[in-house]
């Protein structure tokens, strides 16, 4: 508001006494805005064109409802877990994604278009110029602001719309909601339940169980196929993810399919050059075989898969935000936001020659896990 027009200003005595019709116009003007028009939607109240446009937008926040109702439905309760093609129990599962995006695009739509709807047919419409001027808002202009929300308000009629109103409100607070089951519902599995098994929050797939060998298998493509490694199939400088078989998996296709599916499952097998210097992890000095190192290939920032090796130097990269680790040195982050060390699993062979897991991960697999010791 320019100087100039502030000598205009009312006395608190005659601002006091002014409507809010007057305040709205006041305020209007002191800011420098011309209203060129202003009216209600409907200057004649409870027509019947009017009702029927109260009825379309509370149907559309009703929907949004429901479309909330059915995401957090999906959420809780939709099968997940992951079941192998051709089996039964597959298309449900292969479903539950787009279901998730479908009904939470819904809500999120449905209650976009109610409220764009109810500003075009019950708030005033209104067409002024306003000119633009520096500084902060004093008490004046505050209260005039106050006043024009309020008139708007009344205007719109939103105060005797209770329908509207509450099907908004139910809409807009399952839309809150739903959006919370999504960081919320991962907290809710007691994480000390079950914990002694592969499949508990504290145990990765490499858990050996009942004295049972955990293999390490190359995945050829083919998820039923069982390709077991031995020393002699990598050379001096390579490398290969691998993924945990036990021999009571092997006449069952879907659990040798799922084997190849769990996030804590990819392991990184780099088998050095001879004679490399490498500085191991105080307490797991005999976790590798020889020259044969394994590595969780998830990330420990936000667990994208760390599978860029460069031989030369040892670096493992992670393409998403650039982290490195250091193979030579216990696969330690040496750059990016990557801050704890890549966990290392502990390998052998047995008497046939073949690479087994001697036991689980000793620390969390991954970004992120409560309690986490390291
Ligand atoms: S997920 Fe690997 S650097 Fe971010």
């Given amino acids: 508001?320019?100087?100039?027009?502030?000598?205009?200003?009312?006395?608190?005595?005659?601002?006091?006494?002014?409507?809010?019709?007057?305040?709205?116009?006041?305020?209007?003007?002191?800011?420098?805005?011309?209203?060129?028009?202003?009216?209600d939607r409907w200057p004649v109240k409870g027509t019947?064109?009017?009702?029927?446009?109260?009825?379309?937008?509370?149907l559309w926040f009703a929907l949004s409802a429901l479309a909330g109702l059915a995401f957090l439905g999906v959420f809780l309760f939709w099968p997940w877990r992951y079941v192998a093609p051709?089996?039964?129990?597959y298309w449900p599962y292969a479903l539950y994604n787009p279901l998730i995006g479908l009904t939470l695009g819904l809500a999120v739509l449905f209650l976009g278009i109610g409220a764009v709807n109810y500003t075009k047919k019950f708030i005033p419409e209104e067409l002024s110029v306003q000119e633009r001027h520096d500084g902060g808002s004093s008490e004046l202009d505050k209260q005039t602001l106050l006043a024009q929300l309020a008139d708007a308000g009344v205007r719109s009629g939103i105060g005797r719309r209770s329908l509207i109103r509450r099907t908004a409100g139910l809409?807009?607070?399952?839309?809150?909601?739903?959006?919370?089951a999504v960081p919320l519902g991962g907290m809710i599995r007691n994480p000390w339940k079950d914990s002694?098994?592969?499949?508990?929050?504290?145990?990765?797939?490499?858990?050996?169980?009942?004295?049972?060998?955990?293999?390490?298998?190359?995945?050829?493509?083919d998820a039923h196929e069982v390709v077991l490694i031995r020393p002699e199939d990598m050379d001096a400088g390579g490398f290969e993810t691998v993924f945990p078989f036990r021999e009571s998996e092997r006449d069952d296709p879907e659990k040798l399919a799922a084997a190849l599916k769990r996030s804590d499952a990819p392991v990184m097998l780099i088998r050095l050059r001879p004679n490399q210097q490498v500085v191991k992890r105080a307490g797991q000095e005999d976790f590798n075989y020889g020259d044969f190192y394994a590595y969780s290939k998830v990330c420990t920032h936000l667990g994208c898969p760390t599978s860029l090796y460069e031989q030369q130097t040892g670096r493992l990269l992670c393409p998403?935000?650039?982290s490195q680790f250091d193979v030579f040195h216990y696969a330690k982050p040496l750059f990016g936001p990557a801050t704890r060390a890549l966990p290392q699993l502990p390998i052998t062979v047995d008497?046939?020659?073949y690479f087994v897991a001697?036991?689980?991960?000793?620390?969390?697999?991954?970004?992120?896990?409560?309690e986490r010791k390291s």
């Fill in 358 to 370: 001697r036991g689980d991960f000793i620390e969390a697999v991954g970004p992120a896990f409560w």
């Fill in 86 to 89: 051709g089996t039964e129990g």
């Fill in 320 to 322: 998403c935000h650039q």
């Fill in 48 to 58: 019947r064109a009017e009702r029927r446009a109260a009825r379309q937008i509370t």
């Fill in 351 to 353: 008497e046939d020659g």
């Fill in 196 to 221: 002694t098994t592969k499949d508990s929050l504290w145990h990765s797939s490499w858990l050996p169980e009942n004295g049972e060998k955990v293999y390490l298998r190359r995945h050829t493509g």
């Fill in 171 to 180: 809409g807009a607070g399952i839309f809150g909601l739903a959006t919370l």
């Fill in 1 to 39: 508001m320019s100087g100039e027009q502030r000598q205009d200003l009312p006395s608190e005595a005659e601002l006091a006494e002014m409507n809010r019709d007057e305040l709205v116009r006041l305020g209007a003007k002191l800011d420098g805005v011309e209203i060129v028009h202003y009216e």
